[in-house]
């Protein structure tokens, strides 16, 4: 296995200077939506992930694809990297500088560019954030599955390749972008993918564009499609006798091809954390949340089977959640899990697992993960989109404490040696980032991280795409 | 527009001739499976498309990943294309030697290599036919739901990002293929994709293949996703007042989000030639085909919903074949439209569109079809996978008759231009080829089409992976 050990863990640092040519062209075009404040390059220097690089040199507000351009044309006339950025709430360390280079903001870039309905398709600037496109579509009776617990930019979205808690039934960014504008590392503007549902046009650019994390260009408008609103909803709550009874009723959930919307995984920390930090009284143990949409015949018939499977495991009696407000209160839980977490152990970081696995070898990657993570002591919690096979586990790291951090990448590394061998994957939603380079390579093999690499020498000749990203150079 | 004008339709051929001592090493290596017979060369040099241009060279009939490889290398070395070659079913010329070389047969690759049936995966040698796959598994209880209509390689079919009938519920060869084993332009063998479900690590390899149509590399092996047999499946034929009444139904049953299995269209034309060839008595009239996968009581709530829809646009009372022999039956009906049509107009050949247009556009766009090529007095028959918004007109032309050539390859240029001003694509399922190069050039816009040469010049930079098709060199 290549994977990092701790000490090798921080990123590389190799800055490469703004040439003051360039700030004086950016600080020309932008004025005060260009930006080289230290608290505004702080803001852009951070995400979600346990890693502290320093800040971008300067931030730049684009409001249109024509702007994200001009500052890419100046970013490859002066060879200065860009990462473009969207919510911040990457957990891999996409969003730092570790090239040092122009952090290029969209979050004005925040409109819908048409909504067809009549073709259950939408094209959003990369700024807009996944509530706010189901806000503002709702009155269509459409609506956008893929929610990844974060209220992420669908930009972001798409260049993590990011599914979720829906991707069960919905699939996840891979499945839902049908096309996309670009901004090539040249400047030039690039469409790819039409609004029609399927193609055989060439190679499938949109498809290589979605999850390439910022280094091949910068998604400036995403297309989507979209889904009806199911005519019934139904949300439930399942509290079983052992993690192994849940892991079970899941694989046997998805080998019958009950077409489940939701099936989330919460370990015994898991709900205790959000019983604490949102005030339920879930009961404490492990527990799926289960989420059915159809007609109400369907929906009907896909609870009924559910219901027999989890009672032949020993599952308690379903807790219902039947309004939208019960439901919507359920899910704010459970995607408040990553902040409720983090206050179980007052000033901790989390360190946190994506692994994914073929759905019959899930019990065997989780049950032995946990055994392995009860026995180093670390806390911990675990939830999961278990009907995928993807699960994290969120190690609770006290920063001051070095070999906690040790003790938790020498558990994700295990993990992952655990998911590879399986037939799965080191993530399943989360992208490479900086964090995983050396599990990507164990996953992929040389020659398939080679063919990655000349891919993004061909597109990105002199590597100013958020580089130092997914492989080495 | 770019579109070809017959006269340029001719494919540009240009010969790279295979040394002599690249003809020894191959036949030293591969005895009586490296074969030059005139007749060999010739069976390997055509496929449905309605281009002629000599035949490879050589033809080799590879057992393994391993013996592509030994053949890539061998052309790598010498630079000389390749050409792989599956069931021949291509209908744009991808098979066709424009630049001379060797065809990799590799039908003898015809090996189930994996099935998973409790993870829903099998993984296949590039040679096995959808056919023969869907036999191999039933024991299992699981399918394979790609049904492009012919029985196709699962290479050539991930070549091409195929789809056909069964697209509409259970995607395409981009959503269902898992992972691949690839031989690359220089023999090296290279692995993409897991069989998890999802992942986010790293390009998109996988689907930079799919659709790639033998440019970037050889397919050996693919891992596909597998669905559990539906508990009921019902097929219903139902007949429509006018075309235009078949096309509104179609739109309301997607709109509505029905999730139907299969819903094709059959014009008056196709109906009377299907009939003819598989001695039926269907009503000759503007027709949906129809299948509908779930519980029962699922169907019956599609059902109810669709004829309901279809009553409304003056449909017929819905005809069912509910026993498998009598779908099987219609099925087959179904697939034979392409011979059955040929058969038409004895000695003809037929040049097929294949666009691609949002759902709400297909009327828009298949009704000024209709009217167009009813003018122009060509005989034509449409089939259509019309839930995806996909249809294809054939136009029957006599190859003695220039001008009818001429006029049918006007017509499609025309219907291109017209699906692209709907947002549509040009090619929904069968590829680019030697026949669309224009149309590719106008649909995805100078950038995105030197985008994709870039990365066949990084990938392939002798050019010998199947030169000549997607885009010229």
Known sequence: MNAPLPAQLLPKLEPRPVPPAMLDALKERFGARCSTALAVREQHGRDESPFDVPPPEVVVYCESTDEVAAVVKLADQYAVPVIPYGAGSSLEGHLLAVQGGVSIDVNRMNKLVALHAEDLTVTVQAGVTRSQLNNEIRHTGLFFPIDPGADASIGGMSATRASGTNAVRYGTMRENVLGLTVVTANGEVVHTGTRAKKSSAGYDLTRLMVGSEGTLGVMTEITLRLYPQPEAISAAVCSF????????????????????????????NAVRAVNRHDKLSLREGAMLLMEFHGTEASVAEQIATVEQIAGEQGGEAFEWASTPEERTRLWTARHHAYF?????????RTVTTDTCVPISRLADCLLDTVAEVDASGLAYYIV????DGNFHVAY?????????????EQLNLQLVQ????????CTGEHGIGLHKMGFLLDEAGAGAVEMMRTIKHALDPKNIMNPGKIFSA
Chains 1, 2 share one sequence.
């Open 241 to 268: 006798p052992s993690i192994a009874a849940a892991v079970n009723t899941t694989m046997q959930i998805i080998q019958m091809g009950v077409p489940i919307a939701r099936c989330e995984l919460l370990d015994t």
């Open 384 to 387: 999961g989109h278990v009907g």
């Open 418 to 425: 655990r998911a590879l061998s399986l037939d799965g994957t």
């Open 340 to 348: 409720a977490g983090l206050q179980m152990k007052p000033g901790c």
């Open 396 to 408: 609770l790291v006290d920063p001051a404490i070095p070999t906690e951090r040790e003790t938790a």
